[in-house]
């Protein structure tokens, strides 16, 4: 077992050597592979600081029903006579003007209220429907539009639904380009691993004439492809905290002047250890391709 672990020890120490005998090499390399996993990386974060504009809206697609601003009160009370008896409404919560009002006072926009000449709030009613299917909402939409005295009818989660659709396509485009920027990792590594190995192809040959198998000879080359992915994945983890540092006031004061509850969310300990597992990963299978592929010819 010690023999085991001191050829493993040697090998790493190897890898470390030739890193450092070519730092410009190796300093090129790092910021290439960084640069490969920042930007999906950077982007898997955007989108779910991007989540977070859904919280707190209710999970059931709610409909708001403006009444005109000139409607009485008849003209309201008869509107909700006939979203109670609707049988695809499962509930509807009324809001007078009056209520809008003196919510929006207590917001701190008195003043602004007080300045015009009338209450610019209609009655509105919330309506919660029984079926969430698009048709169906689509539906009872068009059914409600078509109300007396009933002025504008919106979807208040129609906005969500959108988000969500723009995060998922989002996703699957941050998906394809880090595979992509994976292949061209692996593909870095293995032009890298063929150099070395051309480099030094006196030695490996002496190597085996000397009795040293295929594994003896190309564990340097592992630990080397995977010591420089692990580099490239700890300079892409400080490309990413140091931008969403950089982003983060910006971003904090243009969300608070739209009301938005929206904030960058910097990688956690465990995303950033899974992304030095996934670079290191990738270093070491571009230099098992490359050593497999060159040493047996």
């Known amino acids: 077992m010690s023999a ?7 090998a790493a120490s190897l890898a470390v050597q030739r890193l450092a005998a070519t730092p410009m090499a190796t300093l090129l390399a790092t910021l290439s592979i960084a640069i490969a996993l920042a930007l999906p990386a950077g982007g898997q974060l ?20 403006f009444m005109a601003l000139d409607a009485d009160s008849k003209a309201a009370d008869k509107v909700a006579d006939q979203l109670k008896g609707n049988a695809a409404i499962a509930d509807v919560r009324f809001v ?14 008195a003043q602004i209220i007080d300045s015009l000449p009338s209450n610019p709030f209609p009655d509105t009613f919330v ?19 078509a109300l007396p005295r009933v002025d504008t009818v919106q979807v208040d989660s129609a906005w969500a639904k959108r988000l969500s659709l723009l995060i998922g396509l989002g996703r699957k485009v941050i998906w ?37 198998t295929d594994a003896y000879v190309g564990r340097p080359f592992y630990y080397f492809g995977a010591l420089q992915g692990l580099l490239g994945g700890v300079v892409a983890c400080g490309i990413v ?15 608070a002047l739209y009301s938005l509850n929206f904030s960058l969310t910097t990688p956690r300990p465990l995303e950033a250890l899974a992304l030095l597992v996934l670079s290191a990963a990738l270093g070491w299978l571009g230099a098992a391709l490359s050593v497999r592929r060159h040493l047996n010819t």
């Open 127 to 145: 309506v919660t429907p029984l079926d969430t299917s698009p048709e169906a909402l689509d539906s009872l939409r068009t059914q409600l539009a």
């Open 241 to 255: 905290y140091a931008a969403f540092a950089l982003l983060q006031k910006p971003v904090s004061d243009l969300s």
């Open 4 to 10: 085991w672990i001191n050829q493993q020890q040697a």
């Open 96 to 109: 007078s003007r009056d209520e809008t009002q003196k919510r929006l006072r207590a917001k701190g926009l």
């Open 46 to 65: 955007l989108l779910a600081s991007l989540q977070t504009l859904g919280q707190g809206n209710s999970a059931t697609p709610q409909i708001s029903v």
């Open 176 to 212: 394809l380009i880090a595979v992509l920027f994976g292949i061209g990792l692996v593909a870095l590594m293995f032009n890298t691993i063929h150099l070395q190995v051309l480099t030094q192809r006196e030695e490996i040959e002496l190597s085996k004439l000397l009795g040293a």
